[in-house]
């Protein structure tokens, strides 16, 4: 059995490149639910995913699917790896003193590292991401068009549904995951368990992935929001929650979630399956063997 590491550094290095993985191969799905969130339903030409990429693609062709790619590809790697090196980090300031963590502070340690990415990383790319599929621009056109009219604060626009977003994406996720982990295991004690085998990473992070989304969409709809171009018609998070609520209903908080989980799904599989593999291999270049 390969010990696990607790080295912040190894699970960084890991989370980066699962996260580059990650964000490559799902990327056409988190193209059509920004659009969903973006648009009122009436000025779409169509309702769904398959319909959505289908009209994309006869449109403007596949490469479009993939405009905004760049810049959250830039972000994803280290995105990601704030994300499972914050954990790591966190987690083993939160253990007690025999070592073990349980639900709660694992869902704490998971949140601040959500957090952490949220304030590094995410909210500045997000916000070129979600920019460039709304005004079908180039990740530098949109860059300029932000600093000219915003300046840098117009990369930290929607930081506090962000915030949310991320910290309550990764808390529930890293729990699930963990309480996952132990079952398939057979025990709770980090040390005693094995590496997952890739099938069951696989859908350890898929269950995850669908735990975090069903319950926590209406945050992710008001950070896409907060994030667009007409978000300035807003006065801040909750006045767009009030605002969209009135005029669309309150279905619209859950506008996205079925691309999203198309999206979630096969990407959080990808990367909890990706970083479990790459982990070991990257412990023993940094750790040697145990």
């Known amino acids: 059995m390969v010990k696990k590491s607790k080295n912040p550094v190894v699970a960084l290095s890991a989370g980066c490149i699962?996260?580059?993985i990650e964000a490559t191969c799902v990327w056409p799905m988190e193209y059509i639910k920004t659009q969903l969130q973006?648009?009122?339903a009436a000025a779409l030409?169509?309702?769904?995913?398959?319909?959505?990429?289908?009209?994309?693609?006869?449109t403007n062709g596949v490469i479009s699917l993939y405009r905004g790619l760049l810049p959250t590809l830039l972000g994803s790697m280290p995105k990601a790896g704030i994300r499972?090196?914050?954990?790591?980090?966190f987690r083993n300031q939160l253990r007690r003193e025999d070592g073990s963590l349980g639900p709660l502070r694992t869902?704490?340690?998971?949140?601040?590292?959500?957090c952490c990415e949220a304030v590094f990383c995410v909210t500045p790319v997000e916000t070129v991401k979600t920019k460039s599929i709304e005004m079908n621009k180039s990740f530098l056109s949109t860059m300029r068009y932000i600093m000219a009219l915003y300046g840098i604060s117009g990369l930290y626009k929607g930081l506090t549904p962000t915030m949310l977003k991320q910290g309550s994406n990764q808390g529930l996720r890293f729990m699930w995951f963990s309480e996952y982990k132990g079952f398939i295991t057979g025990t709770k004690d980090v040390s005693q368990q094995r590496t997952l085998l890739p099938y069951?990473?696989?859908l350890g992070g898929m269950s995850a992935?669908?735990?975090?989304?069903?319950?926590?969409?209406?945050?992710?709809?008001?950070?896409?929001?907060m994030q667009g171009v007409e978000s300035k018609k807003y006065t801040g998070t909750l006045d767009c929650?009030?605002?969209?609520?009135?005029?669309?209903?309150?279905s619209v908080l859950y506008r996205g979630v079925v691309p999203r989980l198309y999206r979630v799904l096969p990407g959080q599989g990808i990367i909890f399956m990706s970083f479990e593999t790459i982990q070991d291999f990257i412990s023993r270049i940094v750790e040697g063997s145990k």
Do not use: H, W
């Open 107 to 114: 869902l704490i340690a998971g949140t601040m590292a959500g």
């Open 84 to 89: 499972f090196g914050g954990n790591t980090f």
């Open 209 to 225: 992935g669908c735990f975090s989304t069903i319950l926590n969409n209406p945050v992710d709809f008001l950070k896409t929001r």
């Open 241 to 250: 929650l009030v605002k969209s609520v009135r005029s669309e209903g309150i």
């Open 45 to 58: 030409p169509y309702s769904g995913v398959y319909s959505g990429i289908s009209y994309t693609v006869r």
């Open 18 to 20: 699962a996260g580059g």
């Open 200 to 202: 069951e990473s696989l």
């Open 38 to 40: 973006l648009k009122q």
